[in-house]
């Protein structure tokens, strides 16, 4: 029976607590919506996110809460790691089976759960109500299946499909590579597939062509796998969803300066320089990074969280912006400045959202991956897709010494910096390469969302399931 307003199927989405998680499930939310006006589709944030977050838009999706237990401060008010995963499990299975009942006897009655693999107690909560229950991955599938291999016991170097021939063990995620870091969330990405034979729906935010070899592999062992993605706004693919210009929620506020910036570049002679929201370097590591930036030539735009300003060298804002060849901003509206003209090379972390970002935008990258998933996205990045370039790291084994005589083992120095720049700038073979693959996988983005494509399938075809259920 049709509900309010005509729905005949109640989706609620359920993401982890970050800008990082929250983003591409909400795309996806989008997409499922857009699928016909059948669907009603509401997005649950914590409590303490939900007060956080600026939204701007977010189409025809819903919004409520649940509560992670610590509704003033969210993740900061918790002890540790383990003592937020726990109370938030306690909570939120609490607090999510409260708003399903909430709903039961409302016009339109929730008839499905789209869950974060990070909360695998969200599926057992939609099980005791007897209702679907879809997983969503927001990483790469060779790292979801990575962790696959790792929860079953069967990991080895020659067991990642499309990898075996070029993975060494750092290129692994780095609760892998690094044995004994932060045991917390190595348990929780491991947990991941604790109960995902359950699940009615596996979603992972990439596109069939891009992982090929690995979905097919993954597929074998969870026959529901769907790729769904690239989740970023419309706008900047297919164009299918009226106004899908933003993500439409955000935790931190953008510096409106960048665009204007920007246009006073010539095409293709900016590096974007992002690390995301959670990286945290050094203060040598920054000092390097400042000056490989500066001594490169080339026009650049860094995004610098306010926590980390104070690293940055004495004068060096005031020198690059008083030359015209930088800008540092605290934040920046990401999509508006890839997809800028004069953005010629994306220095980024290695993130699976802004990597993802700069694939569907064609812009080549050099990652510095930080941890958990980016070492292995910044293999691909290199190795496989060649579409940018993976920084040199100088390990225990070798020494460099800077110009003012410090050794920076374990760093990155800044020739470094200004080699990878220059080779993606402006190299006239390996840059000119890269660039071409980017576009290529730009092109294979688009086809995979517009209709037709197998992303847009895969998602027709949960809607179809889920409107025959209903």
């Not at 759960?113 to 057992?124: C, M, R, S």
């Not at 109960?195 to 992982?211: G, M, P, Q, R, S």
């Not at 706008?235 to 910036?261: A, N």
């Not at 993976?390 to 020494?399: G, I, L, P, S």
């Amino acid at each position: 029976m049709e509900g309010d307003k005509g729905y005949r199927a109640h989706v609620l989405a359920v993401p982890y607590p970050s800008q990082g998680h929250i983003n591409p499930l909400l795309q996806f939310c989008k997409r499922v919506s857009s699928k016909g006006k059948g669907i009603k589709v509401t997005l649950a944030n914590t409590v303490f996110i939900a007060n956080s977050l600026q939204r701007t838009s977010s189409g025809s999706v819903y919004f409520d809460t649940i509560s992670d237990g610590y509704d003033e401060g969210g993740f900061a008010q918790a002890e540790s790691v383990a003592d937020y995963l726990s109370r938030m499990e306690a909570v939120g299975s609490k607090t999510l089976a409260e708003l399903i009942k909430k709903h039961q006897n409302s016009p339109q009655p929730i008839d499905c759960i789209v869950y974060d693999p990070f909360l695998p107690w969200a599926l057992e909560v939609a099980k005791q109500f007897g209702m679907l229950a879809c997983a969503f991955f927001t990483q790469t599938c060779t790292v979801n299946y990575t962790y696959y291999l790792q929860h079953h016991g069967k990991l080895t170097i020659s067991s990642v499909p499309g990898l075996h021939d070029v993975l060494e063990p750092r290129d692994f995620p780095s609760f892998i590579s690094v044995r004994g870091s932060y045991p917390a969330y190595f348990e929780m990405v491991l947990n991941q597939f604790s109960n995902t034979h359950k699940a009615d729906f596996i979603f992972v935010n990439t596109f069939y062509k891009l992982e090929q070899e690995t979905v097919d592999s993954m597929s074998k062992d969870c026959t529901n796998l769907l790729t769904i993605g690239p989740t970023i706004p419309s706008f900047y693919l297919d164009s299918s969803i009226k106004d899908d210009k933003d993500y439409g929620v955000h935790l931190f506020k953008f510096d409106s300066t960048c665009t204007d910036w920007l246009n006073t570049k010539p095409a293709g002679s900016v590096v974007y320089v992002a690390f995301g929201s959670m990286a945290n370097l050094s203060d040598n590591q920054m000092e390097e990074l400042a000056f490989g930036l500066k001594e490169s030539g080339f026009h650049f735009l860094w995004v610098v969280r306010p926590s980390e300003e104070a690293k940055l060298p004495s004068k060096f804002v005031e020198e690059t912006s008083n030359s015209g060849q930088g800008l540092v901003v605290k934040w920046s509206p990401q999509l508006e400045v890839l997809s800028h003209a004069a953005v010629g090379c994306f220095f980024t972390h290695g993130g699976w959202n802004s990597t993802i970002e700069a694939l569907s935008l064609g812009v080549p990258m050099i990652a510095m991956p930080q941890w958990t998933d980016q070492p292995t996205n910044s293999k691909l990045i290199e190795d496989v897709w060649k579409v940018g370039i993976r920084v040199k790291v100088y390990d225990h084994d070798h020494d460099e010494i800077n110009d003012r005589g410090e050794n920076v083992n374990g760093m990155v120095g800044r020739e470094e910096f200004k080699r990878c720049i220059r080779k993606v700038m402006e190299d006239e073979k390996d840059g000119i390469e890269m660039k071409k693959n980017a576009k290529k996988w730009r092109e294979l983005a688009i086809e995979a969302v517009s209709d037709g494509g197998t992303s847009d399938k895969n998602i027709q075809e949960f809607v179809s399931k889920l409107t025959t259920a209903a």
